[in-house]
């Protein structure tokens, strides 16, 4: 990927200023890049993890990680994909160690320094305003995200819900081209396959 700054013959991208000001020692500079790109992180974190406190923690992590690593940044990419890749690292890590991490019996008793309690579980159900609330197609676009195999969610976040170009998402995925536009294609089948699954049943009068 062409660098982004050429003096004399392209437009400079704003970040690249902040970023100067930010290796300078301007944190005000660096807030000025969180204040702009926390959000985009946080989505691809939530869409990956599909917890909102793992991205609420990724997205701190994925700046933290950034400030202290800010040398490293050549220019060679927008600074926002360099962003991402770093988020998506971050949200694969979270994964791995869910994975790994101990699994506790419903039945088991918290252990306390008074001694063992029955486990409390918070009410899960949602209350009817709440399923009142909900956005009926929304929640179907999102369950349906939710079940595509981790790497072509990932891959179709970052391309079709974030925006970024093909070769941004190649980057920040550390993929070539052609495996990104493979993952997306195929991403794109299997979502409309379901979903028209899911719409002829619920024409069928079957349930869904």
Do not use: C
């Not at 939530?46 to 923690?57: K, M, V």
């Not at 800010?70 to 998506?88: C, D, H, M, P, Y």
Request: aromatic letters at 8%; proline letters at 5%.
């Amino acid at each position: 990927m062409p660098a982004i700054q050429s003096p004399g013959t392209e437009e400079v991208h704003p970040d690249v200023a902040l970023v100067a000001r930010a290796k300078e020692g301007d944190t005000a500079a660096f807030e000025q890049l969180v204040r702009q790109y926390e959000r985009q992180i946080f989505r691809v974190a939530q869409h990956i993890t599909q917890n909102r406190e793992d991205a609420e923690d990724i997205t701190q992590d994925t700046f933290l990680k950034a400030y202290e690593k800010l040398e490293q940044f050549q220019g060679n990419s927008k600074f926002s994909t360099w962003l991402v890749r770093i988020a998506v690292n971050e949200s694969l890590m979270r994964l791995r160690k869910r994975k790994t991490s101990k699994t506790v019996s419903m039945d088991e008793d918290v252990q306390t320094e008074e001694g063992s309690i029955p486990r409390d579980f918070a009410e899960w159900r949602p209350n009817p305003e709440q399923i009142y609330d909900q956005n009926e197609l929304g929640n179907i676009l999102r369950k349906t995200i939710q079940g595509l195999p981790p790497g072509f969610r990932t891959v179709f976040t970052l391309r079709d819900i974030e925006n970024l170009s093909t070769e941004e998402t190649a980057e920040a995925l550390g993929l070539s081209v052609p495996a990104v536009k493979s993952r997306l294609l195929r991403a794109r089948l299997q979502l409309r396959e379901r979903l028209s699954r899911y719409f002829g049943q619920r024409k069928e009068g079957q349930p869904a």
